[in-house]
């Protein structure tokens, strides 16, 4: 089975644009959850959807939204960028929704966004 | 409150030593205790979880020891290797009521060949 995949990897913006990030789960995976990851503050849970809907959210301005599609596939959306925002920003994927327990996450390799 | 400490912040150990990790978390409602390892570049894979019903877990050279009245957990590797060297999350869930995985930190180890 093909990991969690997100597109792009890499990605210079410059203070006030906007981003979209894409994330792909594992096949049959139906949650999906974001989190920025910076070296001081390490994983910082952002919001996990789940069947299209969002179950839950991290404390994130509301410049940060997402959504889920039919197929499972989230996009995150960053607007009005800071240089704050400057992180790798990591999504999860998990075969049953967030609230079960014991359930494991896979992540994917993350992309790297530099604000400038 | 939903926090969890992870200290240290980085460790240096000799190739064949035990490093040690610990965490600490205030929730008492958190029942399941992972850990993560991430190398440079990737995202954090999962190494070894725990539930709260019991105090040890190992697997291979990783070891988790839980306690519960302590509020503590902590990761050993025993005979580290520097293939280790990596960066270790702790972990702690919610299963009931809002949920979300709330990871320490991050202890950045060195293994010295």
């Known amino acids: 089975k093909a990991g969690v995949t997100q597109t792009p990897r890499y990605l210079i913006k410059t203070r006030g644009q906007q981003v979209t990030l894409s994330c792909s789960p594992i096949s049959g995976h139906r949650s999906v959850s974001w989190y920025q990851q910076t070296p001081g503050q390490g994983l910082q849970f952002l919001f996990e959807?789940?069947?299209?809907?969002?179950?839950n959210k991290g404390n994130f301005p509301g410049r940060f939204s997402g959504r889920q599609f039919s197929n499972s596939r989230s996009e995150m959306n960053v607007s009005t960028l800071e240089l704050g925002d400057s992180a790798l920003y990591l999504c999860a994927s998990s075969l049953k929704g967030a609230h079960l327990s014991y359930n494991e996450q896979f992540f994917g390799p993350g992309t790297r966004l530099t604000v400038l | 409150q939903q926090q969890v400490k992870q200290s240290p912040q980085s460790l240096i150990v000799q190739k064949g030593g035990i490093s040690i990790i610990n965490c600490a978390y205030e929730n008492t409602a958190f029942d399941y205790f992972p850990w993560y390892q991430q190398f440079p570049g990737k995202g954090p894979a999962l190494l070894i979880a725990?539930?709260?019903?019991?105090s040890e877990k190992k697997e291979g050279r990783f070891t988790i020891s839980f306690n519960k009245s302590a509020k503590q957990f902590s990761l050993h590797i025993m005979d580290s290797q520097p293939g280790d060297s990596a960066t270790y999350f702790c972990a702690a869930t919610l299963s009931s009521g809002t949920y979300k995985y709330i990871f320490g930190t991050g202890t950045r180890l060195k293994v010295l060949a």
């Open positions: 725990i539930r709260p019903d019991v």
């Open positions: 959807y789940f069947s299209e809907t969002q179950r």
